[in-house]
Each structure stands twice: as C-alpha cells, then as structure tokens.
Antibody, heavy 127, light 113 residues
C-alpha cells in the first residue's frame, strides 16, 4: 500500500531551523519525483520544492537559500530542511508524489507534474 | 508565474443538483505538440490533504466517482459534479503544470444548500 507518513513539525521561533520528514512506503523515493506543498492557515496551496529522480532539486524563489529538499534512499524518506524561518512560513506542509511527463527543454529534461499521492501534512508554526 | 483564478469562490448546491466550478489561467495550458492540457483538479476536505480528482484536464483519477467530470482547453476549464452528494462538500482547487512552477487556484468551496 502506498503511504506517506509525515513527522517533525512543531513550534519554532523566528530565525530558527526545523527539518520535517516524509517516510514513504509502497514505492521508492529515489525513483520518483517528490514534492513539498504548503498551506498557510485558512489559505490555499503553494508549491514549495521538488527533488527529481536524478537528484536535481528546485525550490520556490522566495525560499531559495532557506529551504532544502533531500532524500534518504536507504530508508525511503524525504526531508525538507527549513532554516531562518519566518512567521509567514507558518503552514501545514504536505509531501506528495509528482506524476506527469518529462520533456527535453534546452538539452535538459524537465518534469511537468501534478501530485497524485499526498501525505497527511505536518504543521509548522513560527512564532 | 501562471496565475490561476477560480470562480465562484463559494457555492451552495442542493443534494442531487449540479455543481460547476470554473478555472481560468493567465496563459494557455495547452501543448499542441501532444494535444494535452496541463491542468489538474483536487478536492480537499477539512483537516485532510488534497485528493487528486482529475489530471490532463479531463482524465479522472482511479477510484474517483464518475459524477465528477472536467473539461476545457487553453485557458478556460470547468469541473462539474453532476449530482451533488453530501460527501462532496469540500474545497476544490485547480493546478497548472504547464511549466516548472506549479501554481494553484485560490480554491472554490462547495457547500450543501
């Protein structure tokens, strides 16, 4: 059964750091495209980051230099390391698997994706 | 960034009646090279993660009831619930994946009248 079990959220002061996790079962994180999406209280969905199966990583511009996605292939876990947290980073953070198509653009493969499997979310409160 | 705008923000529909949600993108989501629209729809109930309903603008995800259908092309898309059930009360989001920066609509809340 495909399952994404999230952990690691909590209350953190502004400027602090936190690492949240997403333990995956039913498929390999290293062979898939894994994403993070967040949802601020009472707000909509905002894409945060992705790690490609080939290891490439992308993060939303506003989070560059602060947020880093990584994975532990041996234990099949996805991580999001969040540094220098701000009050407006307060949100529920979801991990999700990307599904879609890969295209060659300017000699580089890019993945165009929707999210087909989601974790239950973990709450990060910066205050 | 591609801006996704949904309408209405909320709607109240009687059980068994039709619910229609619109989603408009700031640029086309259609690739003529493969004849596909890069748009997905999700359902989110309170305290739950989003659930994928539709991808490629009109392909229903496995297990999604056939009362959910979607259509549209280019910049204008529609999600239709043909006969609203109590369990369909939720917020619905569209999402474009035409480029490397996926973006979502603001959401449309469906309530039971």
């Amino acid at each position: 059964e495909v399952q994404l079990v999230q952990s690691g959220g909590g209350l953190i002061q502004p400027g602090g750091s936190l690492r949240i996790s997403c333990a995956v079962s039913g498929f390999n994180v290293s062979n898939n495209y894994m994403t993070w999406v967040r949802q601020a209280p009472g707000r909509g969905l905002e894409w945060v980051s992705i790690i490609y199966s080939d290891g490439r990583r992308y993060v939303l511009d506003s989070m560059k230099g602060r947020f880093t996605v990584s994975r532990d292939s041996s234990n099949n876990i996805l991580f999001l390391q969040m540094n220098n947290l701000r009050v407006d980073d307060t949100a529920v953070y979801y991990c999700a698997r990307g599904a879609g198509e890969q295209w060659l653009v300017s000699e580089i493969y890019h993945f165009y994706y929707y999210m087909d499997v989601w974790g239950k979310g973990t709450t990060v409160t910066v205050s | 960034d591609i801006v996704m705008t949904q309408s209405p923000d909320s709607l109240a529909v009687s059980l068994g009646e039709r619910a229609t949600i619109n989603c408009k993108s700031s640029q086309t989501l259609f690739y003529s090279s493969n004849n596909k629209n890069y748009l997905a729809w999700y359902q989110q109930k309170p305290g739950q993660p989003p659930k994928l309903l539709i991808y490629w603008a009109s392909t229903r995800e496995s297990g999604v009831p056939d009362r959910f259908s979607a259509s549209g092309s280019g910049t204008d898309f529609t999600l239709t619930i043909s006969s609203l059930q109590a369990e369909d009360a939720a917020i619905y989001y569209c999402q474009q994946y035409y480029n490397n920066l996926p973006t979502f609509g603001q959401g449309s809340k469906v309530e039971i009248k």
